[in-house]
């Protein structure tokens, strides 16, 4: 029996960052919230942490050019 993988959004882990980055629940609280293991959690918070800077960098990736200004 296969089990195949799940995979998550950006969106989805953008807000799951967000919400451990506010210490509003423990990353227990968290895991349980979303379904998601709470190692899993935590590398996301990380990550948002460490490339957070990047968003106020000034500079635009390929994604971004694409999208209009309103």
Same mark, same amino acid.
């Given at each position: 029996? !296969?089990?195949?993988?799940?995979?998550?959004?950006?969106?989805?882990?953008?807000? /799951?960052?967000?919400?451990a /980055?506010?210490?509003?629940?423990?990353?227990?609280?968290?895991?349980?919230?979303?379904? /998601?293991?709470p190692?899993?959690?935590s590398?996301?918070?990380?990550?948002?942490?460490?490339?957070?800077?990047?968003?106020?960098?000034?500079?635009? !990736?390929?994604? !971004?050019? !694409?999208?209009?200004?309103?």
């Amino acid at each position: 029996m !296969n089990k195949k993988r799940r995979s998550f959004t950006d969106k989805f882990k953008a807000k /799951v960052a967000i919400d451990a /980055v506010k210490n509003l629940k423990t990353p227990s609280e968290l895991a349980t919230e979303h379904k /998601v293991h709470p190692n899993q959690i935590s590398k996301w918070k990380k990550e948002l942490l460490a490339r957070a800077s990047e968003i106020f960098s000034g500079k635009k !990736n390929a994604k !971004n050019s !694409n999208r209009s200004r309103g």
